[in-house]
């Protein structure tokens, strides 16, 4: 079982920069597909991006050209670069991992606590 822990969220003005990280503990990064999940205040929690263990990538339409998922297996650890930030992307960002390729929120195994983003206008 593998243990997520995020960090890198913060406060930043519209048009600004993030990148967060998700630390793994327990198991390799390596043996997930590892994506990350947002929830902003009384909505569902919404698919942000996803890495598969081969570099497969997907992205929801309204990160695409903004947002960059990458990981660092030596470190084995997963980031989310995250540019020309928007208040509509205000939101608790969740850190998953499943043992399969998915774009669905609800179909990772495992999570992270969270790290809240807040973009100011």
């Known amino acids: 079982q593998v243990q997520l822990v995020e960090s890198g969220g913060g406060l930043v003005q519209a048009g600004g920069s993030l990148r967060l990280s998700c630390a793994a503990s327990?198991?390799?990064?390596?043996?997930?597909?590892m994506g990350w999940v947002r929830q902003a205040p009384g909505k569902e929690r919404e698919f942000v991006a996803t890495?598969?263990?081969?570099?497969?990538?997907t992205y929801t339409d309204s990160v695409k050209g903004r947002f960059t998922i990458s990981r660092d297996t030596a470190k084995n650890t997963v980031y989310l670069q995250m540019n020309s930030l928007k208040p509509e992307d205000t939101a608790v960002y969740y850190c998953?991992?499943?043992?399969?390729?998915?774009?669905?929120?609800?179909?990772?195994?495992?999570w992270g606590q969270g790290t809240q983003v807040t973009v100011s206008s």
């Open positions: 327990g198991r390799t990064i390596s043996s997930y597909v």
């Open positions: 998953a991992a499943s043992a399969q390729y998915t774009i669905t929120a609800r179909a990772y195994d495992y």
């Open positions: 890495s598969g263990r081969s570099g497969a990538t």
